[in-house]
């Protein structure tokens, strides 16, 4: 089973900064089977990447993705204080289909 | 617009059942592998069960036997059956719609509380 490790646990940016998350997964994986979502307070997630480096519809492209194997890295090139939220990175596989990282929060210094 | 708005979540007893539903709208329903995937308060994202647009199945470990995810395509609608629950399957519920390897979109969620 393909465990992914999300770093840092937390980021304390300010506004304008560019943040860098990463997610590493325990053995290589195909870089098609790696997405992005951010999820704020009370909402649900929303896909940001997927294909480890496609934005998904509507994402501002101050988000960016990238990386292949093992590891893996989503930028956010200049924070908006709408930016601040949580980040998972999620895999998918034949079994046990699809696990999340633990989850990077991004919050305001 | 796409829209997912689950339903029938709440408060059941440890070894009761519940059943969810997701209505979903703004896209061709059928073609679309729809999932739920669950959160604990306060913790992260775990994948629970997908239903293809073929109707194959799929569970997490943790369910498996458990929840029975099935889909009505005439009333573009998933259901989630969860019987012998647990205080371990509290959590938000959320109905996802996608394709492959990735979750494209996700309702708001439905809480379900396992208390006695």
């Known amino acids: 089973e393909i465990v992914l490790t999300q770093s840092p646990g937390t980021l304390s940016l300010s506004p304008g900064d560019r943040a860098t998350l990463s997610c590493r997964a325990s053995q290589s994986v195909t870089s098609s089977d790696l997405a992005w979502y951010q999820q704020k307070p009370g909402q649900a997630p929303r896909l940001l990447i997927y294909?480890?480096?496609s934005r998904a519809t509507s994402i501002p492209d101050r988000f960016s993705g990238s990386g292949s194997g093992t590891d893996f890295t989503l930028t956010i090139a200049r924070l908006e204080p709408e930016d601040f939220a949580v980040y998972y990175c999620q895999h998918y596989d034949t079994s046990p289909f699809y696990t999340f990282g633990q989850g990077t929060k991004v919050e305001i210094k | 617009e796409v829209q997912l708005v689950e339903s029938g979540g709440g408060l059941v007893q440890p070894g009761g059942s519940l059943r969810l539903s997701c209505a979903a709208s703004?896209?061709?329903?059928?073609?679309?592998?729809m999932h739920w995937v669950r959160q604990a308060p306060g913790k992260g994202l775990v994948w629970v069960s997908r239903v293809n647009d073929g109707r194959s199945t799929n569970y997490a470990e943790s369910v498996k036997g458990r929840f029975t995810i099935s889909r009505d395509n005439a009333k573009n609608t998933v259901y989630l059956q969860m019987n012998s629950l647990s205080a371990e399957d509290t959590a938000v519920y959320y109905c996802?719609?996608?394709?492959?390897?990735?979750?494209?979109?996700w309702g708001q969620g439905t809480l379900v509380t396992v208390s006695s």
């Open positions: 294909g480890a480096s």
């Open positions: 996802v719609s996608g394709y492959g390897a990735k979750f494209d979109y």
């Open positions: 703004g896209f061709t329903f059928k073609r679309f592998w």
